[in-house]
């Protein structure tokens, strides 16, 4: 090639791309063009932040309006393409290119809708025409529950929590339940109560509330043949629980609550505050079919968390004693957790089942959906992983500089899965999972992740299809 002809290719190739590099600018700018607040961006916010983002709620602003959410729109966007990363919203964390991918109650955004949330604050994060806003959305008060109407509430006594104090562990006592007869519970959800001013809003959930999380169980006092009930622990930010509709918790008759840790954290406000515990009961007459089972998994012992530094890993495993089916996932770790993952080890396969980003200022528990939730043989090794960061990046961490180990202050670390499970007969093992191939039409070429056996032919099963024959 001459050097003429060479030039002349050149020229080409430039008008070329400048040719192609308008055309696509025009077709960005009128794809810009077409994303509107009132048609696009508006149905977002009600769907997966205005339970958080309204006056009196946890968070730090309200998104209700156009002209609340106009001020705001690059800090939409920049916490938005956080995704699972600590600091985004809305805060939920799991990541999608990885494990289980059906949860109930998922507030987090597809990928076009935080493109075009990108798009629109880009483009002056127009209004477009208020002909096109949907309706707003009716919030109830503070004593509307997100489990409805609650059979019983039982409330807390007062704590005051001075304006600049240190984390404070303790009991809280017991409260009576007043019931007369057993009760199985369909749901829980318990909720602080204080006087921070409804207009006083913080930066995260610590911002209006004290307690950071209160374990608790039931119990009948005074008799040796009670057993005591757990309760999923409550923490600051966490979801209400509705509980596997085959699986309702015991509340005896003539039992109490015992409140026995609570964690308080200090707000920067002194402030009176207690919890409400509000249940909601199966009809009478109900029975459980399956049993609560122990899955949580955890390492409070060999936690050594070295300063200044970013990827460490704890690990914890736990060996299943009986078939189990895993209701939910609910990392729990302090101020330097990033991220927890958790494994099924069963025979030869080590198959990640979930993997969620770690904010310690929003705790959140993660309900698989029913024909998704892991049913696990017995003998599977549950395996947790959590990596931590200490490094000047971290901003929840207070002091960088400082080594830890486990404990229940702030300033120490925990490492645990707090997710729920049930314990399954080897009939209901076989059932369950028959059920899971029917419904979703499984065939023996389909890999269901978290259900090693779904394809299995059982012997019960082959004896059952001979009869019929």
């Known amino acids: 090639m001459n050097a003429k ?41 009600q769907r997966s932040c205005q339970q958080c983002h309204r006056p009196a ?23 938005t393409a956080l995704r699972n990363k600590r600091g985004a919203m809305p805060p939920w964390f799991v990541e999608k290119d990885i494990g289980i991918q059906h949860y109930k109650d998922d507030p987090s955004l597809s990928e076009e809708e935080i493109e075009k949330i990108a798009t629109w604050a880009d483009n002056g994060a127009p209004l477009g025409n208020p002909a096109d806003l949907p309706p707003p959305l ?20 007062e704590v005051i929590v001075r304006a600049q104090a240190p984390d404070k562990w303790g009991s ?19 909720k602080e109560f204080n006087d921070v001013p409804a207009n006083q809003n913080g930066e995260t959930v610590g911002g209006r509330y004290v307690f950071h999380h209160m374990t608790y169980g039931s119990v009948v006092p005074d008799d040796p043949n009670s057993e005591t ?107 330097p957790g990033t991220r927890m993952c958790i494994e099924a080890i069963w025979g030869h396969n080590i198959e990640t089942l979930s993997c969620v980003g770690y904010d310690h200022n929003w705790v959140k528990q993660y309900i ?52 729920q499970a049930l314990q399954l007969t080897d009939e209901q093992f076989e059932r369950e999972m028959g059920k899971r191939r029917q419904r979703l039409q499984l065939t023996k070429n389909d890999h269901l992740i978290g259900c090693p056996l779904c394809q299995v032919e059982f012997p019960s099963q082959s004896t059952a299809a001979n009869n019929q024959q």
């Not at 339940?177 to 959800?189: K, P």
């Not at 936690?303 to 990827?311: E, T, Y």
């Open 5 to 45: 002809h060479y030039l002349w290719c050149l020229i080409a190739g430039l008008i070329g791309s400048v040719t192609l590099g308008a055309q696509s600018n025009s077709a960005v700018s009128g794809m810009s063009d077409k994303v509107t607040f009132a048609k696009d961006i508006a149905p977002i916010l």
């Open 57 to 79: 709620s946890v968070a730090p602003m309200s998104l209700l309006t156009y002209d609340e959410v106009r001020p705001w729109a690059r800090a939409i966007k920049m916490r």
């Open 138 to 157: 009716v919030f109830g008060d503070d004593n509307e529950w997100a489990i409805g109407e609650p059979d019983l509430v039982l409330e807390s006594t």
């Open 172 to 190: 809280l006592g017991a409260i009576p339940t007043g019931l007369t007869e057993d009760r199985y519970v369909a749901a829980v959800e318990v």
């Open 229 to 335: 009930v757990r309760w999923p622990v409550h923490e600051v930010g966490r979801n209400a629980d509705v509980l596997d509709p085959n699986a309702g918790r015991l509340l005896a008759a003539g039992s109490v609550l015992d409140l026995e840790t609570f964690h308080l954290h200090a707000n920067g406000r002194e402030t009176k505050s207690h919890l409400k515990f509000a249940f909601k009961f199966h009809p009478k007459g109900y029975e459980p079919e399956f049993k609560r089972a122990r899955a949580i998994v955890g390492n409070g012992v060999d936690i050594d968390i070295k300063p200044h530094q970013s990827g460490q890993e704890l690990h914890a495993y736990r060996v299943l004693d009986t078939h189990t089916k895993l209701v939910s996932f609910e990392p729990h770790q302090h101020a």
């Open 368 to 419: 698989y959906q029913d024909d998704y939730a892991p049913l696990l043989p017995k003998g599977t090794i549950l395996h947790v992983i959590g990596w931590l960061d200490t490094t000047d990046t971290n901003s929840n961490v207070a002091d960088p500089r400082n080594w830890s180990g486990g404990g229940r202050r702030s300033v120490s670390n925990m490492f645990i899965n707090l997710g």
